[in-house]
């Protein structure tokens, strides 16, 4: 089954402590991105990945850091998380990132609360 | 299993008529759902987000209508501008919002034609 994996699902952590989110996908898709969802504010990027090696900053990068050393993963890492970084994440990939018709696969999502 | 389908791939409109955007889901406990848009290469973007105690929400030109019984929603454009050719997604939550997460539909590919 073609999907996007996330985990974990809820993490609830303090100030200062390390974290990585994990996102995998198994459809060999080129291009993955990840998004913060607040409310009223809709899903916004933080970053995105156009392929193996290749990231780059999108609207909200700042107090993230993003890795793309094999195809299928793409963590995002919070070095030192802070309280206004409490959000739901969603990861997502698509085949490509330019082209139409853009079939983006989303991840269920991870809940996370910075104390 | 898809919980959230969007049936039709692409749709082609003509500019000033109205676009119909269709949407189904499968989980009862759905009770929030919201509709993006997404240009290539840049991330969605909200536009337009019912809970399921409304039928109804309306925002300047995008409609969204709900039809519980149905488990169906539409997302209605009119009139439909050369800006609005983009991906739609519909998205559905069973938490009011998000807190468990949403599921996405795979997208419906808009193009509105001169």
């Known amino acids: 089954e073609a999907q996007v994996t996330q985990n974990p699902r809820y993490l609830i952590t303090v100030t200062g402590k390390k974290l990585t989110v994990t996102c995998s996908q198994n459809?060999?898709?080129?291009?993955m991105s990840w998004y913060r969802q607040d409310p009223g504010l809709g899903l916004r990027q933080i970053y995105y990945s156009m392929n193996v090696e290749v990231t780059d900053k999108g609207d909200v990068p700042e107090g993230y850091k993003v890795s793309r050393k094999e195809k299928r993963n793409f963590p995002l890492i919070l070095e030192s998380p802070s309280p206004n970084q409490t959000s739901l994440y969603f990861c997502a990939s698509s085949l490509n990132a330019g082209g139409l018709p853009d079939t983006q696969y989303f991840g269920p999502g991870t809940r996370l609360t910075v104390l | 299993d898809q919980q959230v389908k969007q049936n039709s791939p692409s749709l082609s409109v003509q500019e000033g008529r109205i676009s119909i955007l269709n949407c189904d889901y499968t989980?009862?406990?759905?009770?929030?759902f919201l509709w993006y848009k997404k240009y290539p290469a840049e991330g969605p973007t909200f536009l337009i987000s019912?809970?399921?105690?409304?039928d109804k929400n309306e925002d300047g030109r995008f409609t969204v209508f709900l039809n519980k019984s149905a488990k169906h929603l539409s997302l209605h454009i009119v009139p439909s501008q050369p800006g609005d050719s983009a991906v739609y997604f519909c998205?559905?939550?069973?938490?009011?919002?998000?807190?468990?997460?949403?599921?996405f539909g795979k997208g419906t590919h808009l193009i509105i034609q001169p």
């Open positions: 459809m060999n898709h080129e291009y």
């Open positions: 989980n009862s406990m759905f009770d929030y």
């Open positions: 998205a559905a939550s069973s938490s009011g919002g998000g807190a468990d997460g949403l599921t």
């Open positions: 019912i809970s399921s105690i409304k």
